[in-house]
């Protein structure tokens, strides 16, 4: 690989261009020695200096070199620069310019490619979190600048067609090294062993080569030097297919107008249409493949959500490349209960040299968090895998209890392997019952934990489930408990009438949606079990139960009968221990008879065996039973109504109801990222499917009180389904979510362009509720479109904004700078993407005469991974675009928030949320109406004037007794309608009149 010597800095004219400005001279400008001797050797041939040591050639690059139109190395490519640019070959050929890399340093460092495998453009577009300013304020001279020092080095994405991680995993695969340390660009280019690997999922060079014999010939005359490189340059792009994926001929003939853009210079080739387009129109590549079906495939959306690939088409080139694990994956039979114990044992005794050399100490100095019993009876082998999980989930606040019966095995010197345990002897006759019974009178914690020899807990389980316990009236904690081959043995359970024990999510996987959310229970199986030392002292360990499952039920019933609750909690994981290997005498109908007898009085409330009501069972306790349907997850990272619907789900939580929530759309990686926005206790089925909700309703028949659709497109989506299941649903108490309408932003878009229509306003929004009969209460975001949908004859319509709690301690004028636009943005030309888009157009040049130029802008709100906005990040006042993990803190830091929609529907509950931190707000007419705030006491109202919209932003900026003013009433206009408890007594009274039980006010 040859070097860039930096220690060279070419003077004379050219390197006084504005490339160069505060003598800083760019990556791309350095002297390539070696690359130079062999690019010019004719050149430096003829001026006498081939032999010349490194100083004269750079001093013959510095004099004559630049001005015969020599370029310092490869990392700047003239040809493909000149052809590139017509404009600046014309300027080379008439004299105007020595070479196109003068031109370069002159002026199109700025904005021009200088290299076919660079993209300034996809370089700010793929890392947001850099801007044109942001790498001039770091001393760069460009994005290219920036990425062959920096960004190349941290293998950052410069090209789609350069995959730093697939050319990393190639290199080693040949066996080169040298990328690691150079950066794989630089590698690449300068590396003749690299150039024909592959780069990317979208070009298959060795299938290239192979395809097109001429590509060889012209790569062996040195008319190119990649077959990357001859098929992004070459002057008949669309004679040449990328790989055996994707056919230039029958895109254009599948695609006439593509064709027709293509002919007319619009774009070099299909390719370039379908990867930039046409993959997210749905127009295929070729004839063979089922895009339609292939795109909502789970393991693929998965891929591409987590990054893995850049998009599906490069998922399926991989894995049909190269396969997929599942096509490798053989189910494997379940290992039998002996196969489970001596796996555990094997894997034991190599633990065992290491507890010699180094014992693992449980000593407890003070108090200890929980006491743990763990029978054993022959059982060593298997108890070291249980101690040593413990020890990793605690060690040194666990006091560990082995109850001993009788073994003959190397229990009876426990301590020479494990430290600070205690050991007691008991009597093999007397049973998990009586060996835990033992254990529990040496128990000095607040909290046991019951286990059996070999039960393994996962990582933060032991912790995960005694903040559970902390909650108020739960004894027990009990959790997932994962078979051998990793699906769930039992996920909690309710005892039945007649004794049997039915556990949930067996068979299923761990964190499956259904059993993915903390809730009540009777049981914990023969999983762990955690219990309040006070409750089960008050209870006792209860005798007469052989069976471990049947002896855990009668605990848990126990614990119930004195006011308890047993709660499963889904983090809550363990791995199954094996079953005994002495098996004592069990007989299930023996167990069933000593629950009946010791717990009648409870069991005759419970359910005889019938699944749905088992499924009803699942929902103990008092608050309404509500089905949340959306046509996505909630989400506050995704902001706007997706925050708002975590909202209403948390206050639905708060009071006790027991919440469903059902996503149409998404699946498992969108759940991943929601999760945690929503309460433990409500459960998240996401990833089922539109077609999936019938038989789900019917699975739940008779679970749900309320079903709240989020949305009147969700609601026609569904109403078949809904039709479908009407035997089994709520008779009332369905609330249609009316939200964002879109008939309503219809309307104002039309206004803007000078159409003000209210009939059509009217027929329009008809149309859009035209399947809200089937509700009992349709709710509205605020007065505004309550008074529209009562306009076109609903009169069950009520009124349900956003919960505004009081924040304290807010910052103050002088600890603030800088605009923030917060608002998300969810497609392509929606209202917020208006707004941003004439803002930075049409008013943030007039904002540069009156603001000072350190003012900079930040886009800090959602937007899908798809919408560029990288050519609004060139604008000199606006930081890179960077979608923000905390807008509370953004809140807090800056002076003015801009909500400069023009066709806004809805209630902006961005807007609403910075008022309470005390941020004010310029807002477009639209907005404000929304919010029916006043003008010049809750905000600035600027209208669609440019220059008024940038005064009023001066003027907010600057004035710091207005500022205050408007700081002031933000908060308290935010809070008018959506305090905590009114927005809470709001729900419960819009629940209360869809089931009639209250009449719509």
Not at 139 to 154: I, K, M, S
Not at 266 to 288: D, I, Q, S, T
Not at 419 to 434: C, Y
Not at 783 to 797: K, P, Q, T
């Amino acid at each position: 690989m040859a070097t860039f010597d930096e220690a060279i800095a070419p003077q004379g004219s050219l390197f006084s261009a504005p490339a160069f400005d505060n003598g800083h001279t760019p990556a791309w400008a350095h002297l390539d020695l070696a690359w130079y001797r062999r690019r010019y050797a004719q050149a430096l041939q003829e001026a006498g200096v081939a032999d010349a040591d490194d100083a004269a050639i750079a001093r013959f690059w510095r004099e004559q070199g630049a001005a015969l139109g020599h370029v310092p190395g490869c990392l700047f490519d003239e040809d493909f620069y000149l052809a590139r640019n017509p404009d600046v070959a014309s300027g080379v050929r008439d004299g105007v310019f020595d070479s196109g890399f003068m031109h370069y340093c002159e002026s199109g460092f700025r904005s021009r490619a200088p290299h076919w495998l660079f993209s300034e453009d996809e370089y700010f577009r793929v890392n947001p979190n850099l801007s044109p300013r942001s790498v001039r304020e770091a001393g760069f001279a460009n994005g290219y600048d920036h990425y062959l020092t920096e960004g190349d080095r941290a293998w950052r994405v410069g090209h789609p067609f350069f995959d730093p991680d697939l050319f990393r995993a190639e290199c080693e695969a040949h066996q080169l090294r040298g990328a690691h340390g150079h950066g794989g660009f630089a590698f690449f280019l300068g590396t003749a062993g690299a150039a024909a690997l592959r780069t990317s999922w979208y070009f298959d060079p060795a299938w290239y080569l192979a395809q097109y014999p001429v590509v060889a010939e012209a790569l062996a005359r040195g008319e190119y030097t990649h077959p990357l490189h001859h098929y992004l340059t070459n002057p008949t792009p669309t004679a040449f297919d990328p790989n055996p994926f994707f056919s230039e001929a029958f895109y254009a003939a599948s695609n006439p107008d593509v064709a027709a853009i293509v002919a007319n210079g619009g774009l070099r080739n299909g390719y370039e249409h379908f990867l930039r387009f046409g993959l997210n129109e749905g127009r295929k590549p070729v004839e063979h493949w089922d895009l339609a079906a292939y795109r909502v495939r789970p393991d693929v959306v998965r891929a591409v959500r987590r990054g893995v690939f850049r998009d599906i088409f490069a998922h399926w080139v991989a894995t049909s490349t190269q396969g997929t694990l599942e096509d490798a994956t053989q189910d494997a039979p379940p290992l039998s209960p002996a196969q489970h114990r001596e796996l555990l044992a094997s894997h034991a005794r190599t633990m065992l040299p290491l507890l010699v050399r180094g014992p693992l100490d449980f000593t407890v100095r003070n108090t200890p968090v929980v006491s743990v019993i763990v029978p054993s009876r022959n059982d060593f082998s298997i108890l070291i895998e249980t101690l040593a999980s413990l020890y990793d989930g605690g060690g040194g606040r666990i006091e560990v209890i082995v109850t001993d019966a009788e073994s003959a095995d190397e229990t009876g010197v426990l301590d020479r392997f494990f430290r600070g345990v205690t050991h007691r002897r008991v009597s093999p006759r007397d049973g998990f019952g009586g060996w835990w019974r033992a254990g529990l009178d040496h128990a000095r914690a607040p909290a046991v934990l019951l286990l059996r020899p070999g039960a393994r807990l996962a990582y933060g389980a032991l912790d995960a489930a005694l903040a559970r316990l902390q909650d108020g009236g739960v004894g027990a904690v009990t959790g997932q408990m994962l078979r051998d081959d990793l699906t769930v043995g039992a996920a909690g359970g309710v005892v039945c009438r007649d004794g049997t024990i039915a556990v949930y999510g067996a068979g299923q996987a761990s964190f499956a949606p259904s059993i993915a959310f903390s809730r009540l229970c009777d049981v914990a199986g023969s999983g762990p079990l955690l219990v309040e030392t006070a409750a089960l002292r008050a209870t006792g360990i209860p005798e007469g139960f052989d069976d471990p499952a049947c002896l855990a039920a009668a605990i848990g019933l126990g614990v119930q009968a004195h006011g308890k609750q047993i709660c499963y909690e889904p983090s809550f994981l363990s791995h199954e221990a094996p079953p005994p290997r002495h098996r004592l005498d069990t007989d299930p109908a023996a167990g069933r008879a000593a629950l009946q007898r010791q717990f009648g009085a409870v069991l005759r409330r419970r359910p005889p065996q019938a699944p749905q009501l088992l499924e009803r069972a699942r929902w103990r306790g008092k608050g309404a039973r509500v089905l949340f349907v959306g046509a996505s997850m909630p989400s506050r990272r995704r902001g706007g109504l997706f925050a708002r619907d975590c909202d209403v789900i948390a206050t639905m939580a708060s009071w006790g109801a027991r919440v469903s929530v059902y996503a149409l759309d998404g699946g498992d990686g969108e759940f991943s990222r929601t999760e945690r926005d929503l309460p433990q206790g409500v459960e998240v089925m996401a990833g089922l499917g539109h077609a999936e909700l019938t038989r789900f309703l019917h699975e739940r028949a008779g679970c749900f009180d309320n079903i709240w659709i989020a949305g009147s497109d969700t609601l026609h989506r569904i109403l078949g389904n809904l039709h479908e299941s009407a035997a089994v649903l709520p008779s009332e108490g369905i609330v249609l979510d009316a939200r964002w309408l879109a008939s309503v932003e219809n309307h104002a878009r039309r206004r803007v362009g000078g159409l003000d229509d209210p009939a059509l306003l009217a027929r329009e929004l008809r149309e859009e509720l035209r399947d809200a009969w089937f509700c009992q209460t349709i709710v509205a975001l605020q007065d505004h479109d309550a008074a529209l949908i009562r306009s076109v004859g609903f009169d069950n319509v009520a009124v349900l904004g956003h919960v505004a709690p009081i924040i304290e301690g807010v910052a103050d004028f002088d600890r603030r700078a800088g605009l923030l636009f917060a608002t998300p943005i969810h497609a392509s030309g929606d209202a917020a993407h208006d707004g941003l888009a004439w803002f930075v157009r049409d008013v943030l040049p007039h904002l540069d005469a009156m603001l000072p130029p350190e003012v900079t802008l930040t886009v800090a709100g959602y937007k899908p991974d798809d919408l560029d906005l990288s050519a609004m990040a060139r604008y000199a006042r606006i930081a890179p675009i960077v979608p923000a993990k905390d807008l509370e803190a953004l809140y807090e830091r800056h002076r003015v928030l801009i909500a400069p929609s023009r066709v806004s529907a809805g209630l902006p509950y961005e807007v609403t949320r910075a008022a309470l931190h005390g941020l004010p707000a310029v807002l477009g007419a639209d907005v404000a109406e929304q919010l029916g705030w006043p003008d010049y006491s809750a905000c600035l109202v600027a209208g669609t004037d440019p220059v008024l919209f940038a005064e009023s932003v001066a003027r907010l900026y600057k004035n710091e007794p207005l500022w205050q003013r408007l700081s002031f009433g933000a908060p308290m206009a935010a809070q008018h309608a959506g305090k905590p408890d009114l927005f809470k007594r709001s729900l419960q009274q819009i629940l209360r009149q869809a089931r009639a039980q209250e009449a719509v006010s």
